[in-house]
């Protein structure tokens, strides 16, 4: 199962990141290091309400439903439940009212499941309950409680296992980043002023990465309604590509090629705090992924902007503070590592010359939740909620 499972993460990354890649370089003056607000595709702009009426794009204008994601929350435990009921044919899954009643009546316990059903599936499965309700018009804050809803139900219900302390946290809180973020770069690449093979790959590229929107778009038929090219927040997408090789046991006759991509994506300005309205109008993604026959080494981080502000502490110097929710995801041959957290940070910038400045971070960080299953751990099943502080400095 381990095996198969690294197997869809590695064809499904080679499609994002071939697909991405196309997409981009569809629009005119792209840069490997600065992508231009005016010339990349057609996505998120500042949200307004009226009436009821949510506009993401002037191209995606639809109401907001309340009803329809608790459907599709509902829908999407039961399609999941099924394949392991019928067709994997698990144990867990054999629910019925008496195992609906233990659960309620002996409530939560920790559980010991395997480091990528709690630290991925788990964060995924939330990310598409959040996600049910994003597509379909509703904010932020009112979208999170339907990942919340969507896992208590799966604890609860949908397996014969009791509800475990570990993936009410994880499902829903880490899901949240995880959905906000591909909820917005997935309508980065939807562009209704597209047509033919270019329209069809922007939009399964999108539903690849959205499932949940690219099956609202389908309901409501915005898939192949004709649209007008819209302007995109500001961001800055990098993509390197390359191979490099580990020794292991610092040995140079065992040593092994890993094939690497990355992304580093910065959405919005860290400073333009005037523009941040609402949860990660400016969040930052790093991802790596390096590909080697039976082994992978990935890593995962990202921070979204809860609240921010300016500060004074050093003339010649922006200063901000805020609020940011961030995850960390390692695996590597030696540990898999995961933690969703809640940072509070200074950041500073200093003009160095007229073509160079140097960005400092303080933070503190409060670990919500937090797994890793290592070749040296000494136990396991225990999460420590702690504080960490972390400092940066970069030129």
């Known amino acids: 199962m381990v095996n198969k499972t690294k197997s869809y993460i590695n064809i499904l990354a080679v499609v994002l990141a071939s697909a991405i890649l196309f997409l981009f370089a569809t629009d005119k003056k792209i840069s490997a290091q ?52 019928y067709i994997n044919k698990e144990g867990w899954s054999a629910i019925s009212w008496k195992s609906i009643k233990s659960n309620f009546e002996n409530g939560f316990k920790w559980d010991s499941d395997g480091y990528l059903i709690n630290q991925f599936w788990h964060p995924y499965h939330g990310s598409n309950y959040y996600n049910t ?65 270019e329209r069809v790959l922007r939009e399964v590229t999108s539903t690849l990465i959205n499932p949940m929107q690219g099956l609202n778009r389908l309901i409501r038929g915005d ?100 609020l940011y929710k961030e995850v960390d995801i390692h695996i590597n041959t030696v540990y898999k590592l995961s933690a969703t957290s809640l940072s509070g940070q200074i950041v500073n910038i200093i003009p160095l010359s007229q073509s160079s400045s140097m960005q400092n971070y303080l933070g503190l960080s409060v670990i919500l939740m937090g797994g890793t299953n290592s070749l040296y751990q000494v136990s396991t099943g225990k999460i420590i909620i702690s504080v960490r502080v972390q400092a940066a400095r970069s030129e």
Not at 55 to 84: Q, T
Not at 154 to 174: G, H
């Open 34 to 85: 600065n992508f231009s607000i005016n010339n990349l595709p057609s996505g998120l702009s500042k949200s307004e309400m009226n009436s009821g009426i949510v506009i993401e794009n002037d191209s995606m204008l639809h109401r907001k439903n309340y009803w329809l994601p608790a459907v599709e929350v509902v829908g999407l435990n039961f399609g999941v439940w099924a394949y392991h009921r």
């Open 223 to 322: 898939m192949w309604k004709t649209g007008s090219r819209k302007t995109n927040p500001d961001f800055k997408l990098v993509v390197s590509f390359g191979i490099h090789n580990v020794f292991f046991s610092r040995k140079f006759n065992n040593s092994k090629i890993y094939g690497t991509v990355r992304f580093d994506l910065n959405y919005g300005n860290l400073f333009a705090i005037t523009d941040h309205q609402k949860p990660f109008d400016y969040f930052s993604l790093q991802s790596e992924l390096n590909i080697a026959p039976g082994v992978n080494i990935v890593g995962i981080f990202a921070s979204g902007v809860l609240w921010d502000s300016s500060i004074n502490l050093f003339k010649n110097s922006k200063n901000i503070i805020g």
């Open 133 to 197: 309700a994003r597509s379909n018009g509703l904010s932020f804050w009112e979208a999170a409680p339907y990942a919340f809803g969507g896992s208590l139900m799966w604890e609860y219900i949908m397996e014969t296992d009791p509800p475990s302390y570990n993936d009410i946290v994880n499902t829903p809180v880490t899901g949240i980043i995880l959905g906000e973020i591909s909820y917005r770069v997935s309508n980065l690449l939807i562009d209704e002023s597209t047509a033919g093979f």
